[in-house]
């Protein structure tokens, strides 16, 4: 099983970043998936999710507006398009699997079947 999050880098404040997540070793329509961000310092906290199947989406209200996720199962492949990114949007990315999920629970870390390694965002100010 591997999830290998990819797009991660340096960017200046209202930029923007398109973060991948590339799925191996499992079915992945049969999860949820979700990005986690910590920045340093701080817990993992949930900033998106993706329903399995239907597209249904959730975001943290501090991205709602300026994340985008969306997924292509042909390609085992989730994104998320990040746009007018500030500096408090720094940390690590970690993209995550969950069997259960919905878009009325906020997902702990607790809750992930599978952890990718992380890519690092840096926005500068």
């Known amino acids: 099983v591997q999830l290998q999050a990819s797009g991660g880098g340096l960017v200046q404040t209202g930029g923007s970043l398109k973060l991948s997540c590339a799925a191996s070793?499992?079915?992945?329509?049969?999860?949820?998936i979700c990005w986690f961000r910590q920045a340093p310092g701080k817990g993992r906290e949930v900033v998106s999710c993706?329903?399995?199947?239907?597209?249904?989406?959730s975001y943290s209200e501090s991205v709602k507006g300026r994340f985008t996720i969306f997924r292509d199962n042909a390609k085992k492949t989730v994104y998320l398009q990040m746009s007018s990114l500030k500096p408090e949007d720094t940390a690590v990315y970690y993209c995550?699997?969950?069997?259960?999920?919905?878009?009325?629970?906020?997902?702990?870390?607790?809750?992930?079947?599978?952890w990718g390694k992380g890519t690092l965002v840096t926005v500068s100010s």
């Open positions: 995550a699997a969950a069997a259960w999920w919905s878009p009325t629970m906020t997902l702990t870390p607790n809750g992930v079947d599978y």
């Open positions: 070793g499992f079915t992945v329509d049969l999860y949820a």
């Open positions: 993706i329903s399995k199947s239907d597209d249904i989406t």
